[in-house]
């Protein structure tokens, strides 16, 4: 997901809109850091409101890893169910990643 020139997770979101949330968005930051890059792509798309079917499209994955990748988010990052994982994608930019 980073590469050469591309800012990485945090430090993009620290100089984006929510800079005057500090605390809240290193909050949110720490609670996906031990995501794999396979969970972040997933709770990035999950984010934008794809089915598991559709997550499972788009990354070339079957439906059960999908479910699994996503169980495994959840848990790693203490969100109760899929909304709470979508707003989680969104106050830590990863739908910028788009």
Excluded: F, W
Aim: aromatic residues 2%; hydrophobic residues 35%; positive net charge.
């Amino acid at each position: 997901m980073t590469g050469p020139g591309r800012p990485r997770l945090g430090e993009r979101r620290r100089g984006g809109r929510g800079a005057g949330r500090g605390r809240d968005a290193e909050a949110a930051l720490s609670r996906i850091e031990e995501l794999t890059l396979a969970e972040r792509d997933v709770l990035r798309l999950l984010g934008t409101g794809l089915s598991n079917a559709e997550i499972a499209g788009q990354l070339y994955l079957s439906a059960g890893t999908v479910k699994a990748h996503i169980s495994r988010t959840l848990t790693r990052t203490g969100c109760a169910n899929r909304v709470q994982a979508a707003v989680l994608a969104h106050d830590v930019g990863l739908l910028n990643d788009r």
